[in-house]
């Protein structure tokens, strides 16, 4: 845990709790901070009590984000979640709020509640899908629940306008965030957002998303394959297609240690049959969207290797590479597609690993 996790928590158990007992009247709750992970950016704390439905505290704490940047992910929750969106619905507070302001020594915390999803994560359940039916049928209701939520976006309209795509992923941020050594795979970073920014931006194709759909963000009912979706926190106006390929992604995770290529084709193939038939159940997407793809997963890449810089940065810690993000930054600097899953590059031994590389 960084720091300045450190010192939030301490200020949540000392001040925060009791201020937020009162706020959504949580009295005979007990609170049980859930550890950050590394890039996190919010304190998360469980809330229990007998004979009542659980409850999941958000803090934020990052001077990064203001009031309205929380409203704006939070109404946007709320919208899916009161037009049959299967999202963890955001609680208001007594005073009718979707998220507080509190303040303490010079610094600000913005607290929000919700109703935690129902079922737990597949990780949790050692990533086996419920007994007697078919895993195919879990992929068929990722791309459904996702469809439905997407669909849903097609008609929202916003009170409080969530940031864009182009925002934080632009020309002037890769050059700030990432060191001079990287100039190669800064230039190709470049020719990708030029790509982008030449794509349809319509309604149809382009809304709200959730920016991180996957196992580590919805819960899964084993008694009927529900799933429900949660922390929109990454939440922003970006191309549906950008949820789908993160998707595939996540997808590779299931057959990753398979030694043959074909087989590794063979599976995502249908892996992803399976999820655009439940994504399509819900919402249109059109074959040029879909022949995009391999793009998508470079935009992928990008996201996760300026969120790797930004939490080195945010960490105070030198500028590095492991093994993980320099087979990233190998698979954007020689265009390799499909996160190099397909390519010599890949080792079943050591998934989506290469060599250290410095800066």
């Known amino acids: 845990m960084s720091t300045a996790f450190q010192a939030?928590?301490?200020t949540a158990e000392k001040m925060l709790i009791p201020k937020i007992v009162e706020l959504y009247e949580l009295k005979g709750y007990s609170f049980s901070q859930i550890p950050p992970h590394d890039g996190g950016r919010n304190l998360v704390y469980t809330c229990k009590k007998a004979g009542e439905k659980e409850k999941i505290i958000r803090i934020g704490f990052l001077s990064d984000r203001k009031k309205e940047d929380f409203l704006s992910e939070l109404e946007y929750v709320r919208y899916l979640y009161d037009h049959g969106g299967s999202v963890s619905n955001v609680v208001d507070s007594q005073k009718g709020?979707?998220?507080?302001?509190?303040?303490?020594?010079?610094q600000t915390f913005f607290v929000?509640?919700?109703e935690r999803a129902r079922g737990k994560k597949l990780a949790e359940n050692h990533y086996r899908y419920r007994d007697g039916a078919p895993i195919a049928e879990y992929f068929y209701n990722c791309g459904k629940t996702l469809g439905k939520l997407h669909h849903l976006s097609k008609e929202y309209k916003p009170v409080h306008r969530r940031y864009d795509f182009f925002d934080k992923y632009n020309r002037a941020y890769i050059v700030q965030l990432l060191p001079d050594s990287l100039s190669l795979v800064k230039e190709k970073l470049f020719q990708l957002l030029k790509t982008l920014e030449g794509l349809n931006r319509s309604s149809g194709h382009y809304g709200m998303v959730h920016f991180d759909y996957s196992d580590g963000n919805y819960h899964v009912d084993f008694e009927n394959g529900n799933?429900?979706?949660f922390d929109f926190d990454n939440?922003?106006?970006?191309?549906?297609?950008?949820?789908l390929a993160n998707l595939w992604t996540i997808g590779a995770g299931w057959i990753r240690f398979e030694k043959d290529n074909s087989k590794r084709r063979e599976f995502m193939d249908d892996y992803f049959?399976?999820?655009?038939?439940?994504?399509?159940?819900?919402t249109e997407i059109d074959d040029f969207m879909l022949e995009q793809l391999p793009l998508f997963i470079q935009a992928i890449l990008?996201?996760?290797?300026?969120d790797a810089f930004e939490v080195m940065r945010n960490n105070g810690e030198e500028a590095k590479c492991d093994e993980e993000l320099s087979y990233l930054i190998k698979c954007l600097e020689e265009d390799i597609p499909y996160k190099g899953f397909f390519h010599e590059i890949y080792s079943c031994e050591a998934p989506f690993e290469y060599?250290?590389?410095k800066i």
């Not at 709020?97 to 010079?106: C, K, R, S, W």
């Not at 399976?274 to 819900?282: A, F, I, K, T, W």
Request: hydrophobic letters at 40%.
């Open 273 to 282: 049959e399976n999820v655009l038939d439940g994504y399509r159940s819900e």
């Open 355 to 357: 060599e250290e590389r």
């Open 302 to 306: 990008m996201e996760n290797m300026i």
């Open 8 to 10: 939030a928590a301490k």
């Open 97 to 106: 709020n979707l998220v507080e302001e509190i303040a303490y020594e010079n």
């Open 235 to 243: 939440s922003c106006f970006c191309w549906y297609m950008y949820d």
């Open 112 to 114: 929000s509640l919700f």
């Open 227 to 229: 799933i429900t979706v």
